[in-house]
């Protein structure tokens, strides 16, 4: 394996290939794609009237509805075809047997040990893994018993957690979607993560400096974002109750424990992390404190067993019936084959409300990737942009475009089907919604369809034939519908652990490292110059007249 300096770098996958680049399997899936110009989604349904059957799929709590795309059965085996001559099975073992698939930085990706899974293959690290877990779980009922209190002896009622990205979308996701499930006294939670004063600012100003916990959560502490908001709350302490109540008001979580004690944070009060747990994949280790400390260890334990449901279903099911390996299939059959540019996430479920905003970490900053694991460029896409919201607010939204735009966005549908807050008729009426939209994007409406339904309304059949270009909808344009029967920890556990393999599955097939993310770096580098030279440091490079103008303002 050679970059550009000719130094090699330690691939276990070296021996993989995208198979997108083998003409067999492009030209195997261009005939495939040929078909559909003449075949659209409706006229799919009259000629399987059982799809839905062969196009469904169940992994634990979750079904998967993926019969309004653009598949039929030997399209599925082509696609089946492309994931294995890519390695897919090979890749996978790599992942759970802990080889060093995250080559550029040495080290391997194993999250899935986190949640119990493989434990006996990895004894040393399940150990630390386990003594870990152990103190989360004293520390959490400490603070939920009361038994562990404030500087002055109050009890926490504020938690607020700082990091940002992977140590920051996670646990707030996490908080925000079991709150059905937070202990009693309820807690606040607070996630502050923005550089910008203003996000801190809001937060301190509602806060009792005397029942107020900091969790600092950075697996390499070294993150400016952070230690700088961190700094100004223990600034912010101090000021009020002395530097003596930092040890009963700040805990810290990374794989740097020297950094968290140089910054003052008792090496009692800190958690561990390995660098074997990627950021955007720490949801399951000690960086979810506050998730604990909301739902408890018994619902934490549930919510990693859910995570360990989709690692055993990923590993034991047939590529034919296993859900990420589909839902990874599906995503390159369209941004490949379909051109399509984007792919949107509507979780109809409230308690999702952040869910997209979450899975855009993990899919984009795995997947955005410009070279294959060679180091040679890639030709076609990799990840697409993720977006997103939740149903039905988003019909009022965007949905427009989905339904009439000129651009074609496959839509992912997430829906619950029951409520864990019935409310009369309520919650029914939010699953027909999310039905109705993916029936309509599938189905679409003719131009005779609503010459007739104008005429029937009683309209002029002048005006009707007018009016009606205005209200035809294309249809054909391809969703999935993700169901399950009500968002629990566990529920929880085995969604996000299947957008993972799915992201997984993904990168496999593209050959890329879903497990770096050195695109993020320069940005960072560039702003500590720039900084300097705010502070009137003369910067050692040159600048562009646009940054050198923005600068001088
Ligand atoms: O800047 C990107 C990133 O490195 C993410 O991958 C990571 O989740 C985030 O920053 C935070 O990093 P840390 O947990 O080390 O503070």
Redesign the pocket.
Known sequence: LTGNSGMTLDDPLKQLQSALDHPAHRQALQQEREQFHALDLRTLFAQEPARFQTFCTRAGDLLLDYSKTHLREPTLQKLLDLARASGLPEAREALFSGARINHTEGRAALHTLLRGTRQEQHPAQAAEVAHCLQRQDRFARAILDDTWRGHTGMPIRRIVHI?????DLGPAMAVHALSHFHLQPRREFNFVSNIDPTAMDQVLQQADPQTTLFIV???????LE?LENARQARAWLVNALGEHAVARHFVAI?TNLEAISAFGIDPDNAFPLWDWV???Y?IWSAIALPLILAIGPAGFRDFLRGGALLDAHFLEADLRHNLPVILALLGIWYSHFFDTRSQALICYDQYLHLFPAYLQ?LDM?SNGKGCHRDGSPIAGPTAVPLWGGTGSNTQHSFHQLFHQGQIIVPVEFLVARHSLNPRGEMHDMLYVNCLAQSRALMMGRTLAECVQELCERGMDPDRAQALAPHLVMPGNRPSTTLVYPRLTPSVLGQLIALYEHRVFCQSVIWNINAFD?WG?ELG?QISRQLLAVLQGQPGQTALDSSTAGLLAL
């Not at 959560?217 to 993150?223: E, M, N, P, R, V």
């Open positions: 990091g940002i990205g992977g140590s959560a950075s697996k390499t502490f070294t993150t952070t990374s990627g950021g955007r720490s970490q900053e993310q993020v960072k």
